[in-house]
C-alpha cells in the first residue's frame, strides 16, 4: 500500500513562501499555499496603470544564485526558467551641487569614476570594497545562511572564521562614523551611508558590520529579471506548480489550531479547518502571534523591536523618456542626517527626502509606450505610527517634484499621464506586514541579528519565513530564510 504523504500548509506566497513549498515538495511533502490575496507574490507583485507596467515593490535584483538553487534542487535549468541580465551600471547618483555620478558594477570603473567626479582618491573606495568583500565572505555563512538560535550553528567549523573576523567589524561604531574615516569626500560618504537603507535602517545608528552591504553590487553584481521583477514571483510559482505545490488564492488564514506543543492545523476566514503535519508562516511574525496564535505567549521583545523603514511610492506614466536617468537613480538629499532623525525619531518625513527614481522600461521596453517611461519613485518613510498619512502624501509628491526640478531641471509633474501610489498603511493591508515596515525589524543595533525571530517555534511543527524572521528582509535574504526552514525540516 502507498503511504500517504506528509501535509505541510504554507501561510502566505511572498517569495520565502514560494520558495519554502518548493523545498518541501522536494523533501516529500504534499504542499499547499494559502494566500489571502487574490494574486500571488505578496510585496513582489506587478499591476498596470494603461500602457504602463510597474513591478509593485522591490526594484534591485542581488545574488540570483539564491534564485537558481532553487531550479537546480528540482534538477532543472535556470537559464530556460528564469532569464535575467546583469548591469554594468549599477546607479546613476545626482546632488544638488550639480556632481554626478554614474556608479559602474566594476569597482576599478567604479572607483576611477569617483575619483574623476568626487575627487576620491581611488585606494579609498578599492580598500573599502576590499574590506567589504572579506567580510561579507567571512560571516554571511554564519549569519545569513544558519539558523542563529541552534547550537550546532555555533559547532561548526566555520565559526572560527568569523569570530577572527569579529574586530574588524565595527560592531561598536556606526556606519556613518566608519565611513567618515575611509572617505574624504562628504558625497562618498552618503553614497555608501546609503546602503543602510537596503534593510531599512539608518547609517547613522546601524553598525558597522552593514559596510559590508555594497559587495553584493561591487562584488556579486545587480541583476534584472528580464520579464521584470514580478518574474522572480511568477518562475517560482510555476517551478513549485511543477513540483506539484498547491497555490489557493484569496484564502486568508485566520487561526494557526494546536495541540498541547503540536500545531495541528489551519482554519481558513470561511471557518473551514485543514489539518497538517507542518506548518510555514511567511505572514510577518508579529500579525501571525497576534491574530493567529492569540492563546499564545508571544515573544514581546521580538515583537516589540523598532521597524525598519517603510516607503512613499509613486507609480507614474511619463509620456517622454529621460536619457540622462537610467534604471536605478538616486537624488540624494542636502540633510541626510535629518532625513534618517526624521525616518526614526520623530517619525515623519523631511522636505528634502533623497528620492530613488527607477525605471524598468530601460531594459524592458515593453513596460511603457514607446516614447514614455514607466517611473517608480520612491522616498523612505517611517513605519506607521497612526501618521496622517494623507496629508504627508501630498507634501511627499510635492517635495519630490521640487527636488526633480532642483536636480534635473525639469517639470516632472507636465509629464505623469498615470498615476498610482502605496504607502505604509497600503504596504500593512496588503501584505499583513507589521506597520508597513519594508524589511521586518530593523537593523539599528548590533544585536538585531540575534533579536530578529527565528526559524523554528514556538509550536514544535510551526516555522517561519519571510522578511520578518531571520536572516532578514529583502528578496536574498528572505530565499535563504526558506532555505533555513527546509534544512530544519526532516525529509
Ligand atoms: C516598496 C518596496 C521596495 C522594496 N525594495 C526591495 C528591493 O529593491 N530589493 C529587495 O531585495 N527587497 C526589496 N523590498 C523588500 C522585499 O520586497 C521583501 O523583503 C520581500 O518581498 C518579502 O517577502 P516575504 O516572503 O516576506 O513575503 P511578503 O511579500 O511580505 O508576502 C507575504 C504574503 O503573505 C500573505 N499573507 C499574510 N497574512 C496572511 C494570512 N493570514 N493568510 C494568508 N495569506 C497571508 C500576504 O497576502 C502576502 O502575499 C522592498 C519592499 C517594498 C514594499
Known sequence: MEQSKPLARIIGSGVAGLAVSIRLA???????????????????SEFRLGAYRFDAGPSLFTLPQHMEDLFLL???????????LQKEESCRYFWEDGKRLIAHSDPRAFAEAAQVSLGEPVQNTLAHLALAKK?????SGFFLERSLHRLRTYLRPAIFRTLAAL???????????IHRRRFQSKHMVQLFNRYATFNGSSPYKAPGTLC????????VGTFLPKRGMVDITHSLMALAKRQGVKIHLSEPVQR???EGKSASGIELQSGIVLSADLIVSNMDVTPTYRRLLPGLAAPEATLRAERSSSAFIFYWGMDRQFPELNLHNILFSERYE????????SK????????????????VPNDAPSRGENWFVMINAPSDNGQDWDALRTQARAAILSKIQRVLDVDASEHIVEEDYLDPRRIESRTSSDRGALYGSSSNSAMSAFLRHPNHGPLKNLYFCGGSAHPGGGIPLCLLSAKIVGQSVKG
Open 135 to 139: 567580510q561579507y565572505e567571512a560571516t
Open 167 to 177: 574586530p574588524s567589524l565595527g560592531l561598536t561604531q556606526t556606519m556613518d562614523r
Open 338 to 345: 535629518e532625513e534618517f532623525e526624521a525616518l526614526f525619531t
Open 212 to 219: 559590508m552591504i555594497p559587495h553584493l553590487e561591487f562584488g
Open 256 to 258: 494557526i489550531h494546536y
Open 26 to 44: 522536494q523533501k516529500g511533502y504534499e504542499v499547499h499555499i494559502h494566500e489571502a490575496n487574490a494574486y500571488p507574490g505578496g510585496k513582489l
Open 74 to 84: 528540482c534538477g532543472e535549468d535556470p537559464v530556460e526558467h528564469f532569464p535575467y
Open 348 to 363: 515623519t518625513l523631511l522636505d528634502d527626502p533623497t528620492v530613488y527614481i527607477n525605471i524598468t522600461s530601460k531594459d
